[in-house]
């Protein structure tokens, strides 16, 4: 069964860098002030922090994905075989059931 959502790949290489570029610069900074009295609690509750907010934004971003593309293959207009009758509402040009090839 054909996925109805799906993370460009674009978009998780730029969010995976991006926190990846965060752990590191989060980690390097709580390295550097482990032996004062610093904001150290504050970058390790950003470190724990940071994994959580990425994995929340896979998930928001494919129920959102997922939602649009619903209602865009449901606005498709409808084709029909002409071997089965099988209605085609993915907007391919071969039928789900039968495989034959859908004339407009």
Known sequence: MKKLYQIPK???IVIMIFSVIGEFVIFISLVD????????????????????????YLVGWKHYNKSNLVTKIENVPSKFCTKCGEKNTLNSKYCVKCGELIIN
């Open 33 to 56: 002030c482990s032996d004062s009295y610093g904001n150290c609690g504050f970058l390790g509750f950003l470190s724990v922090l940071l994994p959580f907010l990425f994995i929340f």
């Open 10 to 12: 674009s978009q998780l």
